[in-house]
């Protein structure tokens, strides 16, 4: 089934609560100490989407698999958030970190034709080159210091990674699993190196109020409530629709984080911009023509094809990544 145009209604949703993750994580790591944000959120949205899960009556993983999801969230929720969070304590801007994690698209194409053997045709190579040339025009004011490579680009490169590794980890092993459960049992996982963390380096909170406000925030807006728009779209849309969201989210981000932190873009963050988005903008378009071919020519191929032999549903829907996590 060839997936419905999205909405602009939808693509807002998705655009927006995703974008608010960034400053709204930032306000939340400078009003707490940032190990300590990743334990709420992480305990509270394993709770909240465990409880969704069961009352959906939805299978939990087990066995091998159990251990799959708990590979994916260690890579995709605990690698990612706990580098991403302390590049944020050690003043990385909240749309730097944007523009860096909006090349996942890219990165993840990359990984997967390492490890999923998925061809890389010319269109990919081209945004991977420009994925790298966002990353370097963004972090070019902070790349080297007097003491070598500034340490919030390699915790945002790593965050990168983790992100990408988790999502061509999940499409691998874990594609089958309910997102209810899967992002449920993520949590939790993820929850126990947050926590030990938490336990073993200084706990401090600056604001009360505002630590209460901003992690409330993380929880609901994005590790619920973004997290499930995201998916939503992905089944309804596809991968590659969803992709090309990318390309304005970083934007949206500057300018959620203009207002609200008062952080302005500087030259080299608005090159990495441009050239994100396009990067984004040509991969999803290259995913897009390659699951557009096969299927029409299987089209033409098969010109009996009933209604009811048709694929349908959300699984036939559902692109190569469709769990993801929000900032």
């Known amino acids: 089934m060839t997936p419905i145009r999205m909405p602009l209604r939808t693509a807002s949703a998705v655009t927006v609560t995703y974008a608010l993750g960034y400053p709204i994580g930032n306000l939340a790591v400078h009003a707490m100490t940032p190990m300590a944000v990743l334990a709420f959120r992480f305990g509270l949205a394993s709770m909240i989407l465990g409880v969704w899960a069961a009352v959906s009556r939805v299978g939990f993983p087990t066995g091998r698999k159990l251990g799959h999801v708990a590979v994916t969230a260690l890579l995709m929720q605990a690698v990612q958030f706990c580098a991403l969070y302390y590049a944020i304590q050690k003043g990385a801007p909240a749309v730097l970190c944007a523009v860096v994690i909006a090349i996942n698209p890219v990165a993840t194409a990359l990984l997967a034709a390492g490890f999923l053997r998925d061809r890389l045709h010319a269109g990919r190579i081209v945004a991977l080159v420009l ?3 966002a990353v370097l025009a963004a972090c070019a004011s902070r790349l080297v210091d007097e003491h070598g490579v500034d340490p919030v680009v390699l915790l945002l490169l ?15 092993f874990c594609a089958d699993v309910d997102f209810r459960a899967s992002s449920a049992v993520q949590n939790a996982v993820a929850f126990l190196p947050a926590l030990a963390l938490t336990l ?3 706990f401090e909170v600056h604001d009360t109020t505002r630590a209460a406000f901003a992690v409330a925030g993380v929880v609901l807006l994005n590790a619920t409530l973004g997290l499930s728009l995201y998916v939503r779209a992905i089944n309804l849309h596809g991968a590659s629709a969803v992709a090309m969201l990318f390309c304005v989210i970083p934007a949206v981000a500057g300018v959620m984080s203009w207002f ?3 952080e302005r873009i500087d030259v080299g963050i608005g090159i990495g911009l441009v050239l994100g988005a396009l990067a984004c903008w040509l991969n999803a378009r290259t995913s897009r023509r390659r699951s557009v071919t096969p299927a029409a020519s299987t089209r033409s191929r098969s010109p009996q094809l009933t209604a009811a032999s048709r694929p349908s549903g959300p699984s036939s829907r559902r692109g190569p990544a469709a769990d993801c996590s929000c900032p």
């Open 158 to 172: 790593v965050a990168l990674l983790g992100l990408s590794a988790g999502g061509v980890y999940q499409q691998r």
């Open 131 to 133: 994925g790298v040339a």
């Open 260 to 262: 609200m932190l008062g």
């Open 200 to 202: 073993t380096t200084p």
